[in-house]
């Protein structure tokens, strides 16, 4: 492969050095500093079968590959396979997986999407699933069947933040033959790496943290095992939903500033989860990094921070809810997550309405947020100030 492109990825770089050159070097052509985007969809070959290592951009492309490279060091990982969306990785995640008749163990707070594509596309391709509550370890116990092929775990839960002990789950998922996948979008490699804890496998909507700034869809799967790994990349050619070359280049622009993005996200996350459950119109702040959070003590083992998600439920019920979404001025009405600027949503009637009438449904009162990178103060002021006129009515 194109070894000047891929860069050397030193294992033993720190976080932020991985993520501005693993995958990286220096393009040998004219030295750019940044990686090019390889905007083609195939390669000369100097003669049959004689190429760069490049034939056509669905089987490869050096621009994904840098993000893919970087990717598998962020995460400590042998293999990164980067796709069009986080739901592409999930699906080809799957279907490498399982084999019809197979089961699946779900989070019961699953992201909205990932629970439609199991509840109502790959059930047609003869997938069960079970929804459990990934925090209580002898329920995720009691639900695996002899045909349990994947346990899938999400931890911060979206939107509620329930917290997964990431390698007890390993544990369960070995003891069972089953492998366990972990959805990191909302903690980020930056904050926690699950194949250190033993997963088998870590998806990524890169839409969100890894991207960053809100103006790419994306997806990716890592894994510590090459040869599983190979497996994912002839399956990720064969289906096809690769990541495009400038997706992929916005995705490996937006790595870069993970970690100091990272950090402000959860130094502003502190002040708003703060300033949320000492308001008169919150009932309950969720954000791990709470003390009374019930995952607090999980979360502190196997992450370095809290993440930039808050969630709350409001004394006022639904209508304070929708109230209060409508009264931020900084806050963005808007669904998703994980960009610099600040999010709010409703998930009952928003990111989690294709969940109503089953049991990933979301309680009514609920307001979820992604604090962004602005100044912290600004976000504090502009939620207590929406959250006082919701409560005036
Ligand atoms: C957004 C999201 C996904 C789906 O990713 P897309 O890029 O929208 O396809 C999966 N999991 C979580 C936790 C997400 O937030």
Redesign the pocket.
């Given at each position: 492969m194109n070894g000047s492109v891929r860069g050397p990825g030193k294992g033993a770089d720190g976080f932020d050095t991985r993520a501005i050159h693993a995958g990286q070097a220096p393009e040998p052509a004219y030295g750019a500093v940044a990686v090019p985007i390889y905007q083609t969809s195939t390669f000369a070959q100097r003669g049959v079968g004689e190429h760069s290592g490049f034939e056509y951009s669905r089987s490869g492309n050096p621009t994904r590959t840098a993000l893919e490279t970087c990717l598998a060091a962020l995460e400590g990982g042998a293999t990164g396979l980067a796709f069009a969306?986080?739901?592409?990785a999930?699906d080809c995640l799957a279907r490498v997986v399982c084999r019809p008749g197979d089961h699946v163990i779900l989070p019961a707070d699953a992201?909205g999407?990932?629970f439609r594509l199991f509840a109502n596309v790959l059930d047609r391709w003869g997938l069960a699933y079970t929804a459990v509550q990934l925090a209580d370890l002898p329920a995720v116990r009691a639900a695996i069947r002899p045909e349990t092929r994947l346990i899938w775990c999400?931890t911060p839960t979206?939107p509620l933040l329930g917290i997964a002990d990431i390698a007890a789950l390993a544990a369960l998922a070995r003891e069972a033959g089953a492998l366990l996948a972990v959805?990191n979008?909302?903690a980020s490699p930056y904050l926690q790496r699950p194949l250190e804890l033993g997963a088998d496998v870590v998806?990524h909507?890169?839409?969100?943290y890894l991207g960053g700034h809100s103006d790419v869809?994306?997806?990716a799967l890592v894994v510590g095992d090459a040869a599983f790994g190979e497996r994912l990349a002839y399956h990720q050619n064969a289906m096809g939903a690769v990541a495009g070359p400038f997706d992929a280049w916005l995705v490996l622009r937006g790595v870069k500033t993970l970690g100091v993005r990272m950090q402000r996200h959860c130094a502003n996350a502190r002040l708003v989860a703060e300033a949320l459950a000492a308001h008169p119109a919150v009932g309950l702040a969720l954000w791990p990094g709470l003390p009374s959070h019930p995952g607090h003590e999980v979360a502190s083992r196997q992450m370095s921070d809290f993440g930039g998600m808050v969630s709350c439920r409001l004394r006022g019920g639904e209508a304070a809810a929708l109230d209060v979404c409508r009264r931020t001025r900084l806050f963005t009405l808007a669904e998703?997550?994980?960009g610099v600027e600040s999010l709010i949503e409703h998930p009952g009637r928003m990111t989690h309405a294709s969940a109503a009438g089953s049991p990933l449904e979301v309680p009514a009162d609920l307001v979820r947020l992604s604090v962004g990178i602005e100044t912290g103060a600004d976000l504090v002021a502009d939620l207590v100030g929406a959250l006082d006129g919701a409560a005036a009515g």
């Open positions: 969306s986080g739901l592409a999930e992201y999407g990932t999400e979206n959805d979008t909302f998806v909507s890169t839409t969100k869809v994306g997806g998703s997550l994980g």
